[in-house]
């Protein structure tokens, strides 16, 4: 999906740093809107359907973890958080609310525009070619509609848990490490602690597993990863 057709939704009570992400974000093509509240931030994006929203975490009235629980009860709009905050436990506790990612004040702008450029691409891929349908155990994934599927119901899922699950799924019995799946997910994994793979683990187990603290379909490997489970194990726990 090119710049041009979607809009970003910046939600931040500092109009000079508003202003300016604004700025560099339409220098690359995009189309942007502005609140310096968490209620405007929050109509605004349930009414205009941005194509990603920029978050800050500190904000009058409703603030940014709010909004981002809010939101993602409803939809799978990728979120940037951003934030003067940068204990690790403000960044798992974003990432546990359904953040694609993290950016902490201040900030490089050129740098910014290219995390949202980043998270655009891992949730949109631009051009790629139409993929197979995964079905497995009851859960189907639908890579052309970007849809997820558990016995015939559709699943809501954030672009990170979507991402998660589609990679997971298309090599049943492969474990992948946890630093393997956050170098896909994240341009600079270096600033994002490996513990967000098992915040995203434990929402998709939540959405997807029947019991999840005995899943059928992401098999954890202790002191390495995770797996999805092959074919005839997921088949038979369903049964």
Request: hydrophobic residues 40%; proline residues 6%.
């Amino acid at each position: 999906m090119s710049p041009t057709q979607l809009s970003v939704l910046i939600v931040e009570d500092d109009p000079n740093t508003a202003n300016l992400v604004a700025t560099y974000l339409q220098r690359e093509g995009f189309a942007t809107l502005i609140e310096n509240d968490g209620e405007r931030g929050l109509l605004t994006a349930q009414l205009r359907h941005p194509g990603l929203v920029i978050l800050d975490l500190m904000l009058p009235g409703i603030d940014g973890l709010e909004i981002c629980k809010r939101l993602r009860a409803t939809s799978d709009v990728p979120i940037l958080m951003l934030t003067a905050r940068e204990e690790e436990i403000d960044r798992v506790l974003g990432f546990s609310l359904g953040a694609d990612d993290y950016v902490v004040k201040p900030f490089s702008p050129r740098e910014l525009v290219e995390r949202v450029k980043a998270i655009l691409r891992r949730v949109r891929p631009p051009g790629s070619k139409p993929e197979a349908v995964f079905r497995q155990g009851g859960l189907t994934l639908d890579p052309q509609k970007h849809r997820v599927s558990l016995r015939g119901e559709e699943v809501s899922l954030t672009g990170s848990e979507y991402k998660l699950l589609q990679t997971l799924m298309a090599a049943p019995g492969r474990v992948f490490s946890r630093s393997e799946l956050l170098s896909r997910f994240y341009d600079n994994e270096d600033a994002v602690v490996e513990r967000v793979i098992d915040v995203h683990v434990n929402k998709l187990r939540q959405k997807i597993e029947t019991d999840p603290a005995h899943p059928r379909y992401i098999e954890t490997v202790r002191g390495f990863g995770y797996r999805f489970a092959e074919s005839d194990t997921a088949e038979e726990r369903w049964q």
